[in-house]
């Protein structure tokens, strides 16, 4: 078995759950932030939704530069209802899968680097960034939008196993 099909199962699984997170954001609400160093619940959907597009710039590229010297920063997005955080999330998802699958013991074993105006962050084997900067990173942000979810009185859906709100 491969790297790629080995973790698929896991993949599949870690996404479901956040779509479940991300069907629970109410619009109404984007504003609204914990404090004013976190981000806005607009600010984390849309970021969470995002996350998966990661998975073709981790194992299709060698290096990304996360904040290119000489370039603009790219204009907020607004999220305008759900159901289109919802299909962002969606396509991120069907392209990462693919991604995946198509991506070779040998590629999954090759470094690769964050870089931050020219600089390196770090370097890592594209599994590993796989795993910890795009995986762990989704199920980071996906619980912290659950605490979103329950300091606004809307019901945590179950990830892991039953919340207060889902037996």
């Known amino acids: ?8 199962p896991e993949f599949d699984q870690e996404m479901a759950m956040t779509r479940t997170i991300l069907e629970s954001v109410p619009t109404d609400r984007n504003d609204w932030q914990p404090h ?3 981000y806005s619940m607009e600010k984390l959907a ?5 996350l998966p597009s990661w998975t073709r710039l981790t194992l299709t590229v060698d ?3 996360m904040n290119p010297t000489g370039e603009e920063p790219a204009p907020p997005r607004m999220l305008t209802t759900t159901e289109a955080l ?8 069907a392209e990462a899968r693919m991604v995946i699958a198509a991506t070779t ?3 999954m074993f090759t470094d690769w680097s964050l870089l931050s105006g020219g600089e390196t962050v770090f370097t890592a084997p594209k599994v590993g960034v796989l795993r910890s900067f ?19 009185d809307i ?13």
């Open 86 to 93: 919802l299909a962002e999330f969606d396509k991120n998802v």
């Open 155 to 167: 019901p945590v859906p179950m990830t892991y196993g039953p919340t207060a709100d889902f037996s």
């Open 134 to 152: 795009v995986m762990n990173h989704i199920v980071h942000h996906r619980a912290q939008l659950g605490v979103y979810l329950r300091l606004n």
């Open 105 to 107: 013991d040998e590629t």
């Open 63 to 65: 290096e990304f530069d």
């Open 46 to 50: 849309l970021h969470l939704a995002n």
């Open 36 to 38: 004013p160093k976190s």
């Open 1 to 8: 078995m491969s790297i790629a099909q080995s973790l698929l």
